[in-house]
């Protein structure tokens, strides 16, 4: 059984490599790779900014005619993202970097402009030494003067160093923690300020808004009726007045166990200081026996109870006499 993925080749035994006939291609082949913009670069077309890193298409090839120590400079093709416009750059070795060439222009490259002019202001110094031996002297002097500033300064911040070295760092800790310690306490004491001060403003809104509640209140509070006179008052009276007099005939017929007075009939006596009985003759006036009041007549059938009360109050008013 043959396998499946088919590693090794057959290579017959009359081959010869030599025969084999070589592929031609143009020097300046391009080739598609996938590249991210090595700086920040803004289209002169669009005006559209080109952020370093942002990844792209491109297309590149070999440089003709141009190397540096032996090495190939590439070109690299890529479009901007809002216009389309062919912008186009190439590696430089020299300063291993990338340079722009074609279609935009280049941003940010601060960093490389002083470096540039370091390396211009270091070459008219050496061409100046070359051919003036003052010159050499004068910038030896100043390098010497400038060294000598660099070694003061540098001796001032060890002595700073110094002294600092001996600074007590645990005071320095408690000093800070009293003085946030006194700075919490003084936060306190203002919310607590605070509060009482809103709660003081609290209380006396709600008192005015109690006591204009209660204006209100009074103010709209329908006035007071005088009481209604109840109808069956009257119903109410007339019993009463029957149970008071029922009363009284209970009590004055308790008298002398005589019976109750009712239907009594109230004569005027012309003659005062007597009382007369109705139907009968006033009666003789007897011998009364000393120390005593006289016995009253008795209460016979027949007779009307108003007789009988003038024979009792006769027998009390001369018994009150004696």
């Given at each position: 059984m043959s396998e499946r993925k088919v590693l090794n080749k057959y290579y017959p035994p009359d081959f010869d490599p030599s025969k084999i006939p070589k592929l031609k291609l143009p020097k300046d082949r391009q080739y598609v790779v996938r590249l991210m913009a090595p700086f920040n670069m803004r289209c002169k077309t669009c005006g559209e900014y080109i952020y370093k890193g942002k990844k792209f298409n491109a297309r590149k090839e070999t440089v003709q005619n141009e190397a540096y120590l032996g090495l190939p400079i590439f070109r690299f093709y890529i479009k901007c993202t809002r216009c389309l416009a062919e912008i186009t750059f190439k590696t430089d070795p020299e300063n291993t970097d990338y340079s722009m060439e074609h279609g935009a222009t280049r941003n940010f490259q601060a960093e490389k402009l002083l470096e540039e002019e370091e390396k211009?202001?270091?070459?008219?110094?050496?061409?100046?030494?070359?051919?003036?031996?003052?010159?050499?002297?004068?910038?030896?002097?100043?390098?010497?003067?400038?060294?000598?500033?660099?070694?003061?300064?540098?001796?001032?911040?060890?002595?700073?160093?110094?002294?600092?070295?001996?600074?007590?760092?645990?005071?320095?800790?408690?000093?800070?923690?009293?003085?946030?310690?006194?700075?919490?306490?003084?936060?306190?004491?203002?919310?607590?300020?605070?509060?009482?001060?809103?709660?003081?403003?609290?209380?006396?809104?709600?008192?005015?808004?109690?006591?204009?509640?209660?204006?209100?209140?009074?103010?709209?509070?329908?006035?007071?009726?005088?009481?209604?006179?109840?109808?069956?008052?009257?119903?109410?009276?007339?019993?009463?007045?029957?149970?008071?007099?029922?009363?009284?005939?209970?009590?004055?017929?308790?008298?002398?166990?005589?019976?109750?007075?009712?239907?009594?009939?109230?004569?005027?006596?012309?003659?005062?200081?007597?009382?007369?009985?109705?139907?009968?003759?006033?009666?003789t006036p007897g011998p009364r026996k000393s120390g005593k009041a006289a016995d009253p007549a008795p209460w016979t059938p027949g007779t009307s109870s108003l007789s009988q009360l003038g024979a009792y109050s006769d027998s009390e008013d001369s018994s009150g006499s004696s």
């Open positions: 211009r202001v270091q070459k008219e110094r050496e061409d100046e030494e070359l051919n003036n031996p003052m010159k050499v002297l004068e910038n030896r002097t100043k390098d010497s003067k400038l060294e000598m500033e660099v070694l003061e300064n540098l001796q001032e911040l060890k002595d700073l160093n110094q002294r600092q070295a001996h600074v007590d760092f645990e005071a320095m800790l408690r000093q800070h923690r009293l003085s946030e310690e006194e700075r919490q306490k003084q936060e306190q004491e203002e919310d607590e300020r605070e509060t009482a001060a809103l709660v003081e403003e609290a209380r006396k809104r709600r008192l005015l808004e109690d006591s204009d509640s209660e204006e209100d209140a009074a103010a709209s509070a329908p006035p007071r009726l005088a009481p209604r006179p109840n109808p069956t008052a009257i119903l109410e009276e007339a019993p009463k007045a029957k149970r008071k007099a029922e009363s009284w005939e209970r009590s004055v017929g308790t008298l002398g166990n005589r019976p109750p007075l009712s239907g009594l009939v109230v004569v005027k006596n012309t003659d005062p200081g007597r009382s007369t009985r109705q139907g009968q003759a006033s009666p």
